[in-house]
């Protein structure tokens, strides 16, 4: 009986850390979204002149993929570390609440 407790107690422990890193990844997910809701081609743009809006957004496209990039670069560095976690922690799940990038 007590290892039937043990072990719901293990599952219950590893279903927390689960929800923990999947909120992680449900977030940089978010940010990343919001980042290309944020590229919109400018008012008026027909398929004739398309190729030339398209150069005109250059600075907005440059920092999209900068953006996106270091974004991107945190989140794999976000996942490298968390994967260690073997239990859960609510130390752990309020500093990675804390770290949660922002929205841009």
Known sequence: MAD???HS??????RL???MLFLSD?????????LVLD?????????ANLFRAIL????RLVAFGITF?????????HVSILRRLQVFD????????????PSP
């Open 90 to 101: 609510w130390f752990v799940a309020w500093v990675n609440l804390a770290f949660s990038p």
């Open 69 to 77: 990039a270091l974004v991107s670069v945190f989140w794999i560095a």
């Open 26 to 34: 449900a977030v940089f997910a978010i940010v990343l979204t919001l």
């Open 56 to 59: 005109a957004m250059e600075p």
């Open 4 to 6: 039937h407790q043990d």
């Open 17 to 19: 850390l689960e929800r």
């Open 39 to 47: 590229l919109r081609m400018p008012p008026g743009v027909t398929d």
């Open 9 to 14: 107690a293990d599952k219950g422990g590893f």
